[in-house]
């Protein structure tokens, strides 16, 4: 057996699988500080479906307390941008498109430094040992505790980022927490850089979370491997969190849509996951979230790590009702949801007052919503299907009709019929369906690079790169048998020179258990 967790704004969801098979679904309040919540579902789980510890062999989590971290801009830590480029991109240095906010709170300092490479690998100029040592000398004066190094085209040729936190590591100490931009970005140097920022930022808070989560579970009698949910659908283990936090970003509408392919069997749909804050909406293509292929924003900064192509909407079952205009959200009660609304005795219209005015939803006290006018209850559902059906369809790519799965505890807002679309699926369990997402979640492993290909060395190349990234899909914990190629894209760069061609292999295999 093992256990999927999903941590979201308003609710945090587990299952207990086994297998494919759902044992137990339960469902928490996310707590303030997280962790007692994710001790409590995992009580409820067992209260529901007896397990001992020994009993489970994963547990699969997907969290959103980096997002979180960023957006509020709290627990950050204080971070340096250093750009190998020189004497090229100087006109735009590290961290020119960030909001102020975010860079006082990472009391930010960043460096230009010499080095980079051309997209065919030809070195822009040398790297100087003098000058970075210089530029750390700076950061250690200034309390700097991570670093996230960018060169330009390093996804290309790595080694002088590699270079360069050596000498780094030298002056600041071992102490220092380094991101390296070819590990965390794609082909971009600003938005990579950015993503690597972003990750620097964040590296002791995830030393932090993962340790807690890591006790909460072992409080529990578990002494299974812990894995968190990446933004495509895949799994990373502990050490990898540790490194990595802002590849957790998406995990949340992700899983959702994973376990809707699982529960629903429906290999390519529209998944509208309406939670306690949000309604997530994106389109699943083989059984996996499409990506967008569009610089992606996040807390205002962009970047170009991987994340699921997804529309967010403010409407959700902890949203406000404005009582004159029949509107909902985008401010939302979240997890004091069991506290404000008026099913629960509290003095706020919320979404889930009117679910259960209109008979919807069974939760609460539904005579303390039995004063609401039945017309301006119907007004509001409405509004909300024509949001929804609305965002479906700016997120189709063809007029062809495409089946619509509604998961997520607040998807009882939306009616059995949607506007252009027809019937909506509600799937068994839907309410978790983001912890099953979780928990099915497997190991990927991702190429995207620049090559500048040979003449007739084409098939020689592409074979090359599908080999590299079943490799990463191994080397990060996947069953050799079952890994396979699932997503492929090869793109010529007509404006460069050497039939440069921009190639990208995603490989992923079920996760090899107890390993």
């Not at 929804?388 to 019929?417: F, H, K, Y």
């Not at 050497?498 to 258990?513: P, S, W, Y």
Request: aromatic letters at 4%.
């Amino acid at each position: 057996m093992h256990i999927g967790i999903d941590v979201g704004g308003t609710n945090t969801d587990a299952t207990l699988m086994n297998g494919r098979e759902v044992l137990a679904g339960v469902k928490h309040s996310t707590t303030a500080d997280v962790t007692s919540g994710i001790v409590q579902v995992i009580e409820d789980l067992r209260a529901a479906h007896h397990f001992e510890g020994a009993d489970i062999t994963a547990v699969m989590i997907g969290t959103t307390h980096f997002i979180n971290a960023l957006v509020q801009a709290k627990r950050l830590a204080p971070t340096a941008a250093l750009r190998l480029g020189l004497p090229a991109t100087q006109a735009l240095p590290p961290l020119i498109d960030w909001p102020a906010e975010l860079t006082a709170a990472i009391n930010a300092r960043s460096y230009l430094a010499h080095g980079g490479y051309e997209f065919d690998g030809r070195p822009i100029s040398p790297i100087d040992p003098e000058e970075l040592r210089a530029h750390a000398a700076d950061m250690l004066k200034h309390g700097i505790r991570s670093v996230a190094i960018s060169s330009v085209f390093s996804p290309v040729n790595h080694d002088l980022e590699l270079e360069a936190a050596a000498i780094i590591g030298e002056v600041l100490g071992v102490d220092v927490a380094i991101s390296l931009s070819h590990e965390i970005g794609r082909i971009g140097l600003l938005e990579r850089e950015n993503a690597t920022v972003i990750n620097a930022a964040l590296r002791e808070l995830a030393a932090e979370i993962v340790d807690g989560l890591t006790s909460a579970v072992r409080a529990q009698g578990i002494e299974a491997p812990i894995y968190l949910s990446q933004n495509d659908g895949t799994l990373m283990d502990e050490d990898y969190v540790r490194r990595y936090p802002v590849a957790t970003f998406a995990s949340g509408p992700t899983n959702s849509m994973r376990g809707a392919a699982l529960t629903t069997q429906l290999e390519t749909c529209a998944v509208v996951d309406v939670g306690g804050t949000t309604a997530d909406v994106g389109l699943l293509i083989n059984g996996f979230p499409r990506e967008t292929a569009n610089e992606v924003k996040v807390a205002g900064i962009r970047t170009n790590f991987r994340m699921p192509d997804v529309l967010s909407l403010g409407i959700g079952g902890g949203s406000l009702v404005n009582e004159d205009t029949a509107e909902v959200g985008p401010e939302s009660v979240g997890y004091r949801l069991h506290t404000e609304a008026l099913v629960f005795g509290g003095s706020t219209l919320t979404a889930t007052d009117i679910a259960v005015a209109a008979g919807r939803a069974d939760i609460g006290d539904r005579s303390k919503v039995a004063h609401l006018d039945p017309e301006f209850v119907q007004r509001v559902l409405n509004r909300i299907a024509e949001r929804v059906a609305e965002a479906v369809d700016r997120m189709r790519t063809s007029p062809d009709p495409i089946p619509v799965v509604a998961v997520g505890g607040g998807s009882v807002l939306l009616p059995d019929t949607l506007p252009i679309f027809g019937k909506v699926s509600r799937p068994e369990n839907y309410a978790v369906a983001n912890a099953i997402g979780a928990s099915i979640a497997q190991v990927g492993g991702e190429i995207d690079k620049v090559y500048s290909i040979a003449p007739g060395a084409r098939e020689e190349t592409i074979a090359a790169v599908r080999a590299e990234a079943v490799e990463k899909a191994i080397a990060a914990g996947a069953k050799p048998s079952t890994v396979a190629i699932i997503d492929f894209d090869e793109v010529p760069i007509p404006y460069l020179p050497g039939n440069a061609t921009r190639i990208r292999a995603k490989a992923v295999g079920d996760l090899e258990m107890g390993v």
